[in-house]
Structure formats: C-alpha cells, structure tokens
C-alpha cells in the first residue's frame, strides 16, 4: 500500500475480532502504513466504534463466538452499503465464501494470515473498489443533474420554438385566398420544428396582387427569425407604396435590389432565394423577377407543364452587394396555373440527377392539371412527412 502524503490521505481502519493475537498481527502488519487502526474485540464495540470513527474500510472475523457476526456484517452493509469490508474467517468453505459474498463484501481471507503481503493486497483492491464506487456514483449524480438541467432547457427550448412556429403560422396568409381575381394557396413543411421557408401574397391595388416564394439559407430558429423579417420589410415597402411613398418604381426586381441592401446592410449572414410576382387582374400579365430561386416555377396551361421563361436571373438577396435584379413580364392565359417549389422539394425526390426531378415535377404538375390538393397528395406532403429540408409549395390561378 502507498504511504499517505499527507493527513487527508490516512485512511481509518476497524477491525472487529476478539482474538488479541489477530487484532495485533494485522496493527503490526499495518504500522508502517499511513492509517488509523480503530481495534474491537467484539460485534457489539464493533458497532460502536464504527458510528464513532466511521471507518474507511472494516476488517471482521465471522466466527466471533459470542454474537453472530454474519448479523453484524449485515448491520455495517445496512448502515453504509458502498463500505469495504474484508471478511476474516477460521476456516474456510464455499459456503461461507458465498454467504459473504452473496451480503457484498469486498474480499475474504482465511486466519491465519500468513503473509501481510495479502492483507495489504485485499486492503488496496477494497479501498480501490470502493474509490471506483464512490467515482461512479458522483458521475452518476452529476449526470442525474445534467440532465435534468438538460430536460429543463430542452424544455424551454421547445417552447421557445412552439412560440416561434406560432408566429411564424400567424403571420404567413391563411389559404386558400382570392385576392384581385387570383386565387393563392400553399403548405409550408419544416424540416425542424421552424422554418426557412416562407410565403406570401397579398393586394397592392384592386387590380394588383404581391406574392413571393423564399428560401433562407440554413436551417432552424436563425433562419426562422429572418423569415419574419423579410415578410416585414416586404410588407413595409408595399404599404409605402399603397400611400405613394416608395421611392422608385414598384416592380419584383426593385423590391429585391431594396431587400439585398437591407440584408447585408444588416450583417446576418445569411442570404435569401426569392421568386416574386407582381399579378394584374386588368391587363391579365405577371411581372416576375428570380432572385436565384430554384427550381423555377412550372406553368400549367391547356394540359401542359412547363418551367416559366427566365431571360435574366440574379445572385440570392444578402449574399452580392450592388447586385442587379431584373423585371420580366409575361402575357397570362385565361386558365393557367403557376405551381411554386421551394428547393427542400428536390430534396425529398429519390432521383438520380437535377435533370430528372424537374422533369418529374413538371410531370406531376402536368398530371394534377396544376390542382393545389392534387399535387400535394401525389407528392405526399402531409403534415406528418419528416424532410430532410424545408419544402414549400404555392400555386396561384385564376380565380
């Protein structure tokens, strides 16, 4: 046994046997150790002494004559179940080895001892193993506590998140809608509990309608929070222009050029994909402008399926300081369907290649005749769907 280095480290030791010879053997082959020996010369002053010294590990004979000792043995485990006892025994068999072993105790020799050697051996692997014991059992505790702290922030984090998700819910229109001869409808899935994912779409005029589909870069709560503040910034810049106080020309592509310094003015980090409409009920035309917005919309008209017209894409809002937007406009025909995915939607087709899932889609848009409820049941986008992205899907029509 390693000597003590100081006087924290003296460990106290109580031996229980009414043998003088014993009790003295084990003081003699314990006086060059740096411990404290408490001796008992009975079960009963063993008892007594221990609640006195409270022993870091007892040594017991359990064939004390006067008392039983295998009823002491149990009444020390009772009082300290992780305390080291060495049983001593006068002879030895299997069943009293079992006996001991079956109440736990740390190690059993047999008298007498012969070599101190082992009674110094059996002290070490005990105080070892109760050491072990100890370690475990404040790990054990000190987990117990993490994750309760853990439970608890887990707790308020999803709260937190049950909160976001009901504002992002309540600020995003209620579908489906008819706003100035268009009627708008859509489903937004969160790949977390909030989204990235947004749209909207809402009246400039009697004649005119604004709509949007936007992806935020990222996932979860930041990309949540930049959501709210680009449908707040959007909706801002309509209500300027409604009471003629927007300084330029209200067009998607002036709209983006607005939003893309506003964001890197803001220094987020993050950058947005947009695809924004501007709908005319009179004239029956959209002015569109792409903000790297992918997979392009798909145009339903007369049976067939096909992506909208892109002369002029632009970089993602946030991401190119000075970047140029620009408008295009395309003549509506009287039925048509405008199907709008968000890229999470790539995402979720098992498909080789980009090439085939857009085809696909354009297929199922064909398929469903550009139906709202159609195609979300044929993609099976159903609240329950877990995604590997956020997906959204807008349609906008003739009323």
């Known amino acids: 046994m390693t000597p003590a280095s100081n006087a924290k480290d003296i460990?106290?030791?109580?031996?229980?046997?009414?043998?003088?010879?014993?009790?003295?053997?084990?003081?003699?082959a314990l006086a060059n150790i740096s411990c404290c020996v408490v001796l008992a010369d009975s079960p009963a002053q063993g008892i007594e002494r221990?609640?006195?010294a409270s022993p870091d590990l007892v040594i017991i004979n359990i064939h004390l004559p006067e008392a039983n000792s295998y009823g002491t043995l149990q009444q020390l485990l009772e009082l300290a179940p992780d305390l080291p006892?060495?049983?001593?025994?006068?002879?030895?068999?299997?069943?009293?080895?079992?006996?001991?072993?079956r109440l736990g105790v740390s190690d059993y020799l047999i008298l007498p001892l012969t070599d101190t050697a082992i009674l110094e051996h059996a002290i070490n692997n005990s105080l070892r193993r109760a050491r072990l014991i100890e370690e475990n059992s404040r790990i054990r505790k000190k987990l117990e506590l993490v994750n309760n702290e853990m439970e608890e922030r887990i707790e308020i984090f999803q709260q937190d998140q049950q909160a976001g998700r009901h504002v992002q819910i309540n600020m995003m229109p209620v579908p489906p809608q008819t706003i100035s001869g268009f009627k708008f409808a859509h489903k937004v899935l969160p790949s977390l509990f909030l989204s990235g994912d947004t749209v909207d779409y809402k009246p400039v005029s009697n004649q005119q309608s604004l709509f949007y589909i936007a992806d935020v870069s990222g996932h979860g709560s930041s990309s949540a929070f930049i959501t709210i503040l680009l449908r707040f910034r959007i909706d801002q810049?309509?209500?300027?222009?409604?009471?003629?106080?927007?300084?330029?020309?209200?067009?998607?592509?002036?709209?983006?050029?607005?939003?893309?310094g506003d964001l890197l003015d803001a220094g987020l980090d993050k950058h947005?994909?947009?695809?924004?409409?501007?709908?005319?009920?009179?004239?029956?035309?959209?002015?569109?402008?792409?903000a790297g917005h992918h997979p392009l919309p798909f145009m339903y008209v007369g049976g067939n399926s096909a992506p909208i017209a892109l002369e002029r894409s632009s970089f993602p809002v946030g991401l190119v300081a000075g970047a140029n937007y620009f408008d295009t406009?395309?003549?509506?025909?009287?039925?048509?369907?405008?199907?709008?995915?968000?890229?999470?939607?790539?995402?979720?087709?098992?498909?080789?290649?980009?090439?085939?899932?857009?085809?696909?889609?354009?297929?199922?848009?064909?398929?469903?005749?550009?139906?709202?409820?159609l195609i979300k049941t044929k993609l099976m986008l159903n609240k329950h769907l877990s995604v590997p992205d956020d997906i959204a899907l807008m349609t906008v029509s003739r009323a």
């Open 329 to 373: 406009t395309v003549q509506l025909a009287n039925n048509f369907s405008l199907v709008l995915f968000s890229d999470g939607i790539l995402e979720l087709l098992k498909l080789p290649n980009m090439a085939e899932k857009e085809q696909h889609l354009g297929a199922v848009v064909a398929e469903c005749a550009g139906d709202f409820d």
């Open 11 to 28: 460990i106290t030791l109580l031996v229980i046997d009414n043998d003088l010879v014993v009790r003295a053997s084990i003081t003699a």
């Open 85 to 101: 006892i060495i049983v001593l025994a006068d002879r030895g068999n299997s069943e009293d080895l079992q006996r001991a072993l």
């Open 50 to 52: 221990f609640h006195a």
């Open 272 to 290: 947005i994909t947009l695809f924004m409409g501007l709908l005319h009920n009179t004239n029956n035309t959209l002015v569109y402008s792409v």
């Open 237 to 260: 810049m309509r209500r300027e222009h409604i009471r003629s106080r927007f300084t330029t020309v209200f067009t998607p592509a002036s709209i983006l050029s607005c939003l893309n």
